[in-house]
């Protein structure tokens, strides 16, 4: 099993043949013509058979499809108002004290305060927790005077969780109610979760000038926490025909995406504009032809061996000037 550092360094070593960027160059012209403002491009890298085996480069055909249209926002957990109880005191009296804090989770039956109070003939009365949840909010201070009916504290349930989703300019009109909705979280990586758009709300909210949709979320094993932040796409109901390619062929460089190219054993990157997600793939709207191989295993390896071999050949040219 070769590591992807060790894959790098060989695929330096084993290029036999490195066009240095040449403005007549495919993958310049694929650069230039994206528009992107961003640094030169990568060689393009030329393996022997050997090299290709080694490195065990793997690549695949893009396919065209049609594809539910999505955008992308963001958008933030939070609790279910419709989970979320007021623990009132049931009688008059004095507060025991408690070691109870916002953020404690509780199970239905235990007890979150104890009242002191002569109404009861033992002298005080437990106050349990309606249903399982995280105390929200507490209203009250160990030993303090309590009337009948006071409110004492907030539990919200977090077996199941709200999305707010922002949505900015006319992506309001775009989301409407029964839409789905794919969201991740940095903190729980490589999962994504569904669901469906519920309500949109009719007004901007002033802190984000934007309108807020909410999208419940079941939230098995409470991994979802509110306050958690998260990377929203929203389908439109409408279509977008482009090319399918695996999330893998993807390479991050700053603003831009790209990919590398692949024909026979000569690769060249190209920078793409990508559309919307589909399960472990995204649509591709410009940068690919139709059939065309993209490396999905290796890419970054290569893009950055071919900008390694530019900057040489570059400071080369640089000291003959000299």
């Keep these: 099993m070769i590591s992807l550092r060790v894959l790098g360094v060989r695929l330096l070593a084993l290029a ?16 230039e013509g994206s528009g992107s403002s961003g640094p030169g491009v990568a060689a393009t890298v030329q393996l022997t058979p050997r090299a290709l085996a080694v490195a065990g480069i793997q690549t695949e055909s893009t396919r065209v499809a049609t594809v539910p249209e999505t955008f992308a926002t963001t958008g933030e957990i939070e609790f279910d108002p419709a989970r979320v109880v007021a623990i009132n005191a049931p009688v008059g009296g004095r507060l025991r004290a408690f070691n109870r804090n916002v953020g404690d989770h ?49 539990i919200a349930s977090v077996d199941r969780v709200w999305l707010r989703v922002d949505l900015y300019g006319d992506r309001s009109q775009a989301a409407r109610p029964g839409r789905p909705v794919e969201a991740t979280v940095p903190a729980i990586p490589n999962q994504v979760f569904r669901g469906r758009i519920a309500t949109v709300a009719p007004s901007i909210e002033g802190a984000t000038q934007a309108a807020a949709a909410r999208v419940p979320l079941d939230n098995p094993g409470r991994r979802l926490l509110p306050g958690m932040f998260a990377s929203v796409r929203v389908a439109t109901g409408d279509s977008v ?11 991050y460089d700053g603003p831009r995406r790209l990919v590398m190219i692949a024909r026979d054993s000569t690769f060249f990157p190209s920078v793409v504009q990508v559309g919307p997600a589909l399960g472990d793939r995204v649509v591709v709207l410009r940068g690919v032809s139709p059939s065309e191989r993209v490396v999905t295993k290796g890419g970054y390896e290569l893009y950055s ?18």
């Design 16 to 31: 036999s043949c490195v066009s240095l960027g040449a403005c007549e160059s495919e993958a310049q012209r694929r650069a």
């Design 305 to 322: 061996a071919g900008y390694a071999l530019t900057r040489g050949g570059e400071e080369e040219e640089g000291e003959q000037d000299r």
């Design 106 to 154: 509780v199970e239905v039956g235990d007890t979150v305060v104890t009242i002191e109070s002569p109404e009861f003939l033992a002298g005080f009365v437990g106050v349990t927790a309606p249903r399982s949840g995280v105390i929200t909010a507490i209203g009250v201070a160990p030993r303090q005077l309590v009337t009948a009916s006071q409110e004492l504290y907030r």
């Design 241 to 251: 025909r482009g090319l399918l390619i695996p999330r893998s062929a993807l390479i």
